[in-house]
């Protein structure tokens, strides 16, 4: 699946902030080695340079889009173009200081084998942070799934709603991280995002993540004529405020462990 970093930037800030809150409920620690996994444009990769002025910054993503975003905007880090499920079962085996996956890991199934071959690649006392969005209840996916099935693109797009990794209960996490961790912080924040444009904003806030693998099988036609049927839907789930924006809620999982 191809990402536009121009798309993904759109809405920065609103995807930047919880990066934000996820690195600064990391622990002290004297980090030297910090790797950002599905590091995107970048944008997460500066919150946690920031964060760790003194150590060496890696960034990961599987978009050559994305990494050339990334060198733009940080050029002294050091990015590689690389899925982060390949990096996970190979790559730097011991010694990290900190790994960062900011909203990625709902894109990588079998998070009980992959989490722990995280924590195993820290030094003892090093820490793992973890965000992923999870809204595939909310409308904007429902509606995603919904106009998949009910088109004449449902053959086509039959496997899409597949691409999301449906999230465990945090106490499952809490579980799972627990067994290999001297400390694990788990919460949920829901975000209200307000949107200028109305539902067309959340439509395109969604072409930046989780409609591409919706639009990305379809044609040119087929692809308007969905995203015409979807914009429809949505507008009808996300009305807008007297001053012509949209409400955007917005639930994340966090994760923060030590090993």
């Known amino acids: 699946m191809s990402w536009s970093a121009t798309q993904y ?13 996820l690195v600064a409920a990391l622990p002290p620690i004297e980090a030297r080695l910090v790797i950002d996994l599905g590091c995107g444009p970048g944008n997460s990769t500066e919150v ?29 880090a050091q ?3 690389q899925a982060v499920e390949e ?4 790559g730097v085996t011991d010694g990290l200081d900190v790994i960062l996956a900011n909203a990625v890991f709902q894109w990588v199934s079998d998070h ?6 995280l924590v195993a690649k820290l030094r003892s006392g090093g820490g793992l942070a973890i965000q992923m ?3 595939l209840d909310s409308p904007a996916h429902r509606l995603m799934r919904e106009t998949a099935v009910e088109g004449p693109w449902a053959e086509t797009l039959a496997a899409a709603s597949a691409a999301r990794t449906s999230l465990a209960e945090a106490n499952w996490y809490y579980g799972l991280l627990r067994r290999h961790c001297s400390y694990v912080d788990i919460w949920r924040t829901t975000y209200h995002h307000a949107l200028a444009g109305g539902a067309g904003a959340v439509v395109e806030w969604f072409k930046g993540s989780g409609l591409r693998p919706f639009l990305e099988p379809l044609d040119a036609g ?7 049927r979807y914009t429809h839907a949505v507008t009808r789930a996300y009305p807008a405020l007297p001053d012509g924006s949209v409400l955007l809620p917005f639930p994340r999982l966090f994760m923060v462990a030590v090993r």
Not at 52 to 64: E, L, W
Not at 87 to 90: D, E, H, N, T, V
Not at 112 to 117: C, E, K, Q, S, Y
């Open 9 to 21: 930037a759109a809405f920065e800030d609103e995807r930047t902030r919880p990066v934000r809150d």
């Open 48 to 76: 946690l340079a920031a964060r760790f002025p003194q150590a060496t910054v890696r960034g990961i993503d599987s978009s050559a889009d994305m990494i050339a975003a990334a060198r733009r905007r940080l050029p002294r």
């Open 79 to 81: 990015f590689t173009e």
């Open 87 to 90: 990096w996970s079962r190979g």
């Open 112 to 117: 009980a084998v992959l989490l722990p071959a």
């Open 133 to 135: 969005p999870d809204n």
């Open 222 to 228: 087929a692809r308007a004529a969905f995203l015409e």
